[in-house]
């Protein structure tokens, strides 16, 4: 990968979560890179301004993402590192195990985050797996504790069982899936909303008329119109990219603003929460 011609940009301004540690407002996403590219990937991400790096044991790649955090030479302490368990983990004893095992692939002595990845309601298990993260931060083993995909009824369950908020949820989230219902809940509870897919993953979003136009209005690339849309609203977009340039564009929307007229015209782009994966179906989650 040649990136030595790439300026990288200034690393994502930091937010407050409300168990004291800060999240970089925008990181990059791993899924579903693995091995050698995601080993070099990470590198280049790291060596290009990026500070938070998302990975899961879903992803099969904690051992390459810790390879190219160790590789890019930044001391631990810089670096936000998130992990994610399924649903076989989703007991306290089961947690402590996976976070362990977690630590072991990367070669790191704690994580900043740690998420349960999806609630799967059906398994009924996933206060539980709560019960555990919180074991874990109570312990002071982990920095930030979270959840992912959970909607406002699952956050109720795992708040009514142990008074603990979660610093974030991480959810799938862009101008047309905007989930203005959950983000309003955890504007309520003080968390963090994560958002994966932040550019809608295929290139039917940043080919959208709509959002062509404004990034010809504003000199940037559709991209970076929709991650300025993320950002501008204390979002916490992880864009994943295996590009070098693009590493570094995505990367490059703290620099500039959204009118409140563009930012009003992409609310309109949004499907309803119907657009979403439905994290009750059985068939969504692991
Ligand atoms: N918690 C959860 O349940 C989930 C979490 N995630 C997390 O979210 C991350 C991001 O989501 P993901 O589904 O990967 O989708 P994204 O919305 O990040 O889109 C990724 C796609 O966009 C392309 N791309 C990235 N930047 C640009 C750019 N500037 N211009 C043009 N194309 C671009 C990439 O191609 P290229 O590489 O060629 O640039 C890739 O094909 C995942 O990697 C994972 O970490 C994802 C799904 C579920
Ligand atoms: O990337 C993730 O976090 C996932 O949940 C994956 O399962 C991925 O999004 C996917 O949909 C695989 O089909």
């Given amino acids: 990968m040649t990136t030595e011609e790439l300026e990288p940009a200034p690393p994502a301004p930091l937010l407050p979560l409300l168990h004291g540690h800060r999240i970089p407002s925008l990181g990059l996403g791993t899924w579903p890179m693995v ?33 190219g955090i160790h590789d890019s030479g930044l ?21 402590q195990r996976a976070y362990d095992d977690s630590l072991e692939r990367l070669g790191v002595d704690h994580l900043d985050l740690f998420l349960c990845h999806w ?65 309003r809940a955890h504007e309520v509870l003080g968390i963090v909303t994560e ?3 932040p550019l809608g993953r295929g ?27 993320h950002v501008q609203q204390g979002l916490v977009p992880v864009p994943r990219s295996s590009d070098p340039k693009r590493l570094v564009e995505n990367l490059s929307v703290f620099d500039f603003r959204l009118s409140t007229d563009q930012m009003a015209t992409l ?12 994290s009750d179906l059985p068939e969504n989650g692991h």
């Fill in 75 to 95: 001391p631990r302490h810089e670096i936000f590192i998130t992990s994610k368990f399924n649903k076989e983990s989703h007991s306290v004893d089961g947690v």
């Fill in 119 to 183: 609630p799967v309601p059906a398994q009924g298990r996933y206060v539980n797996a709560w019960k555990g993260l919180v074991k874990l931060l109570e312990e002071g083993r982990v920095k930030a504790i979270g959840v992912s995909n959970f909607k406002p009824a699952h956050l109720a369950s795992i708040i009514d069982a142990t008074g603990v908020v979660p610093d974030v949820n991480q959810i799938q989230l862009s101008p047309d899936i905007a989930r203005t219902v959950p983000r």
């Fill in 203 to 229: 290139p039917e979003l940043r080919e959208n008329p709509t959002i062509v136009q404004i990034a010809a209005d504003v000199g940037r690339t559709a991209a970076q119109v929709v991650l300025r849309w």
């Fill in 195 to 197: 958002s994966w897919s």
């Fill in 35 to 67: 091995g050698d590219e995601c080993q070099e990937v990470v590198r280049v991400a790291i060596e290009s301004g990026y500070r938070l790096i998302d990975t899961s044991f879903k992803y099969s790649n904690e051992v390459a993402v810790g390879r």
């Fill in 267 to 278: 609310a309109s782009l949004d499907n309803g929460e119907a657009a979403a994966r439905d």
